[in-house]
């Protein structure tokens, strides 16, 4: 079964960091395009953040530049972090990853994606 699961979100109080995990099961992520999306609530989804298997290269929305990081796994590559820092209430939100074939990525925040995870809660709260 070809999946995503999320891990590692939580309550936070503002300022503080969290990590989330993207764990692909039943395929590879290899030549695979991994985004993370949020939603709050009664607010669109958005695009937070992506990054190409082939070349690394990463991608961010303005609101969490200098402060998230995507990275993957140094010797799986199969599990796909974001590190988020100095995190806000504005921040709340389910988090989604997905993964779609990075050939088929023109504009990662708008592109269809093949695989989502469930989603996992982030709440940003004093």
């Known amino acids: 079964q070809l999946q995503l699961v999320e891990s590692g979100g939580g309550l936070v109080q503002p300022g503080e960091s969290l990590r989330l995990a993207c764990a692909a099961s039943g395929f590879t992520l290899n030549y695979y395009a991994v985004a993370w999306f949020r939603q709050a609530p009664g607010k669109e989804r958005e695009g937070v953040s992506c990054m190409r298997d082939s070349d690394g290269s990463t991608y961010y929305a303005d609101s969490v530049k200098g402060r998230f990081t995507i990275s993957r796994h140094n010797s799986t590559k199969n599990t796909v972090y974001l590190q988020m820092n100095s995190l806000s209430p504005e921040d709340t939100g389910v988090y989604y990853c997905?993964?779609?074939?990075?050939?088929?990525?023109?504009?990662?925040?708008?592109?269809?994606?093949?695989?989502w995870g469930q989603g996992i809660q982030v709440t940003v709260s004093a």
């Open positions: 997905a993964a779609t074939a990075e050939v088929l990525l023109l504009n990662w925040q708008i592109d269809p994606y093949d695989y």
